[in-house]
């Protein structure tokens, strides 16, 4: 059973090693991302280097489901942009934050302004 939404920035800190790492290693098992974040998470590997091919192979041996963002997502990260819009939260963050209202499911992420969102979602910050 899904436990939580993972923002691209959890999973950027555990492929590469970064600050809270562990803690996000922890909650992958059974952790939903959206494929617009993980969108977000293969661009950084390419920037850093990684290869596609290595990237599929990472992202193969962790223990969580990639959901893709459908029309109910879109219309509900929509609802999302007047709330989030003074604190600057890009169409990504507004995807997790919509599966995460989908599916009832908390956020990690790594950027703390999202503490100051209140759309109802519990955000946990890993670092």
């Known amino acids: 059973m899904s436990s939580s939404v993972l923002d691209a920035?959890?999973?950027i800190a555990f492929l590469f090693g970064e600050p809270g790492a562990d803690?996000?290693?922890a909650r992958i098992p059974g952790a939903l991302v959206s494929a617009v974040n993980l969108s977000e998470v293969a661009t950084r590997a390419l920037e850093k280097g990684m290869p596609l091919d290595r990237f599929d192979y990472e992202l193969g041996r962790l223990p969580l489901t990639v959901v893709p963002f459908d029309a109910l997502l879109a219309k509900v990260a929509a609802t999302l942009r007047a709330p989030t819009r003074p604190l600057g939260l890009s169409f990504a963050d507004r995807a997790c934050l919509a599966l995460c209202l989908d599916r009832g499911l908390s956020a990690v992420t790594g950027d703390r302004d999202?503490?100051?969102v209140n759309v109802g979602v519990e955000i946990v910050v890993f670092r």
């Open 9 to 11: 920035s959890a999973l």
């Open 23 to 25: 803690a996000v290693a």
């Open 114 to 116: 999202w503490t100051k």
